[in-house]
């Protein structure tokens, strides 16, 4: 949803005349918006020179802060999905509600400070959560990342699955001298490992072959040798083209979740956490983040409407929020009734207007559009 600030220049000098007449002609008989007034403080902007190195720095400014606040937005969005967007809060109200009721937030910037600080604190701020956001991310993906690849594990065939899983204890031997390796062959190389698997290297235990368990592509067979040529039996066993799989296996035989199912579970609560905890974060640092640009939108409004209508400030601000399909039937009446040089400022392809490209730029009036999704 987007959102209008405006600064209309006061009319007969009386800002109630001035809201009154906004009401009338764009909520009262027709219907095109629904508008509230926004209490913009006096700001210490300095002399002209500042005021207009504040208008170049608070364009760029600007981009970059509804950057990170789309990027916080988008990472809700994710993890929860769209409808998370109507539970988000800023100061403990909703979004709409904060923009139509804002209020400056003095103990956070103090209006004894100049522009410049406050400027700086909020872009302070504003970095600060966006590289804790990257951190966070990062960490959330890098656990998504680990679960993908333990369930393609897990599930994939036997040439890339953790077969502790399958094998049973019953089926490995295990002493001093003995030792079970489990090899993967292609189901259509079955004959030739049992007509060749005693003679890979010495001292294989003969006819010690089992089927353990096998899938659409692969058998996964047992045999029993020597512990002294388990080295060779893999080497051997390589150049024929037979796989020997790494059997891990489980702390305690009287376990009941085998150890990849386990570490599958245990992944998947750290990945519950971390969304848990992103999403908790990302739900606050909106709401800072949100603030922090509703106060650089108003510190640019001001700014603006001083270079438009000059010094001591006299304008009427509102937060204005066009209804459904009423935009440029809104923007007509508020350039009719609102506008000032309006020769100068239509825009015919030709104009300085049409050249700048700023949405500053584009209207007889001081209007800022500000994006709630």
């Not at 993890?79 to 809060?89: F, M, Q």
């Not at 368990?213 to 388990?230: A, G, I, K, N, W």
């Not at 051997?236 to 009287?254: D, H, I, N, T």
């Not at 700048?356 to 559009?369: F, R």
Request: glycine share 6%.
């Amino acid at each position: 949803m987007v959102y209008w600030l405006v600064s209309l220049p006061l009319l007969k000098g009386r800002r109630d005349h001035t809201w009154e007449l906004l009401q009338e002609k764009t909520s009262y008989g027709q219907q095109l918006s629904s508008n509230a007034k926004l209490e913009v403080p006096e700001l210490r902007v300095g002399t002209i020179d500042t005021l207009l190195q504040h208008s170049d720095d608070l364009a760029k400014m600007m981009i970059g802060t509804e950057v990170i606040v789309s990027k916080i937005r988008r990472t809700i969005t994710d993890i929860a999905g769209p409808g998370a967007l109507a539970t988000l809060k800023v100061e403990n109200l909703p979004v709409e509600s904060y923009l139509t009721r804002f209020r400056w937030d003095e103990p956070k910037f103090p209006l004894r400070r100049p522009v410049k600080e406050t400027l700086e604190k909020i872009t302070e701020i504003m970095a600060h959560l966006e590289d804790d956001l990257k951190v966070k991310v990062s960490e959330y993906n890098t656990v998504k990342g680990q679960i993908s690849a333990a369930l393609r594990k897990a599930g994939g065939s036997l040439a890339v699955r953790d077969i502790s899983a399958v094998v049973k204890p019953q089926q490995v031997v295990d002493s001093e001298n003995l030792a079970t390796l489990f090899v993967v062959v292609s189901k259509y190389g079955v004959k030739e490992w049992e007509s060749c698997y005693e003679k890979l290297c010495d001292f294989v235990v003969p006819r010690s072959s089992e089927h353990v368990t096998e899938d659409q592509d692969y058998v996964l067979m047992s045999v029993v040798l020597f512990r002294r040529v388990v080295d060779d039996f893999k080497t051997a066993a390589r150049v024929r083209g037979f796989q020997v799989k790494e059997y891990v296996p489980p702390a305690s035989e009287a376990a009941e979740v085998p150890p990849t199912e386990l570490s599958l579970n245990q992944l998947k609560a750290e990945g519950q956490a971390k969304q848990s905890a992103l999403e908790a974060w990302a739900r606050t640092a909106y709401g800072e983040a949100f603030g922090c640009y509703m106060h650089m939108s108003v510190i640019r409004l001001f700014v603006e409407s001083i270079l438009r209508y000059g010094l001591p400030p006299q304008f009427q601000a509102a937060v204005v929020r066009p209804l459904p399909k009423m935009e440029a039937r809104l923007r007509t009446a508020l350039a009719a009734n609102f506008g000032t040089d309006v020769a100068y400022w239509k825009d015919d392809g030709n104009t300085a207007a049409g050249a700048l490209g700023s949405e500053i730029d584009q209207y007889p009036y001081v209007s800022l559009s500000v994006h709630t999704d």
